[in-house]
């Protein structure tokens, strides 16, 4: 099978597409997305018949990316090259919780009205 070149397209912070040049064969059946969170160690994200993939929320750390193709026979391809992308976006704090209180000067609502 032909071999797959990936591309990474961040949309976002947390955000990313996979995408990758089309496995000419005949008997091409669709490919296998893989991640992980340590390089070459990956566990399936999903199964396509596409040339791109979405990861609409990836999470902190560094995430590496393959793809491999399949047959119709199940015959699947060695791993493509790796792609990996660190994401070092930090969510804000929380604001603090507790009772709103209004200034001493702000107007007052009569209540019933």
Known sequence: MKYLALLLTLL???AATL???ANTETNLAGYNVYTGMVSRAYVLAGVTTLTN???PSLGPGI???AVTA???EGLETDYSDEVSWTNNFQEPPN???GSFKPPPNAPRRARGT
């Open 12 to 14: 976002n912070a947390s």
């Open 19 to 21: 995408i990758w040049n």
């Open 53 to 55: 993939f979405p990861f």
């Open 63 to 65: 995430t590496y990316f």
């Open 70 to 72: 399949f047959d119709l």
């Open 95 to 97: 604001a603090p919780c």
